[in-house]
């Protein structure tokens, strides 16, 4: 049984670029989660869907950022222009409705 | 909105000694609180959680208790082994629709 996927597992670009992160949660599971981790701010929550729909946006931190999941088993966080303070590891992570999340492996963003 | 606070942010026990984590939250509507492990690199995972209708949960050498009245919940990890060094993050969740808020994480070292 698949767990959480997500891709690329790396990213290193240039500030200013574009950056898509994908995510493909387990099949069945109905809320996906996008979390930033950092040294210094730690495991934040930046958005999560339930049933495909975005519930609450507030943990994004600028309108550079943005988040879709066209579908159940797909969701991509997509950052518009990147910025060295962009840096971190995004994972995502997804649960039955209210249910115990699970999290995908994480994609290590290096913005330069 | 809950918040949650998880103390200490290090500990380091000697291999065999007991280790206890703590942590307490704000919003009295919580009433799901896992314990997530994260190693060195790797993905936070899921190692124990327990819902507001019980006090205490056991599974093997992991436990954890709650305290509702006084809003707080604690993680009691007995004959550390090395492999138990990890970060540990405790959560909450934030609503009914299965957000958690997780605390800043403690930094468990187990000395051989």
């Known amino acids: 049984d698949a767990g959480v996927i997500q891709s690329p597992r790396h990213e290193v670009t240039e500030m200013g670029q574009e950056v898509t992160l994908r995510c493909k949660p387990i099949s069945g599971h109905n809320s996906l989660f996008w979390y930033r981790q950092t040294m210094m701010r730690g495991l934040e929550l930046l958005i999560y869907f339930n049933n495909n729909v975005p519930i609450d946006d507030s943990g994004m931190p600028e309108d550079r950022f943005s988040a879709k999941m066209p579908n159940a088993s797909f969701s991509t966080l997509k950052i518009q222009p990147s910025e060295p303070r962009d840096s971190a590891v995004y994972f995502c992570?997804?649960?039955?409705?209210?249910?115990?999340?699970?999290f995908g492996p994480g994609t290590r963003l290096t913005v330069t | 909105g809950e918040n949650v606070e998880q103390h200490p942010s290090t500990l380091s026990v000697q291999e065999g000694d007991s280790a206890v984590i703590k942590c307490t939250y704000s919003d009295s509507a919580s009433n799901y609180f896992p314990w997530y492990k994260q190693e060195l690199g790797k993905r936070p995972q899921l190692i124990i959680d327990i819902r507001s209708n019980v006090g205490e949960k056991k599974d093997q050498r992991i436990a954890v208790t709650l305290n509702k009245t006084a809003k707080h919940f604690s993680l009691h990890i007995t004959e550390t082994q090395p492999e138990d060094s990890a970060v540990y993050f405790c959560a909450a969740n934030g609503g009914s629709q299965g957000n958690l808020i997780f605390g800043k994480g403690t930094k468990l070292s187990v000395k051989p």
């Open positions: 992570a997804s649960s039955p409705l209210a249910g115990e999340q699970y």
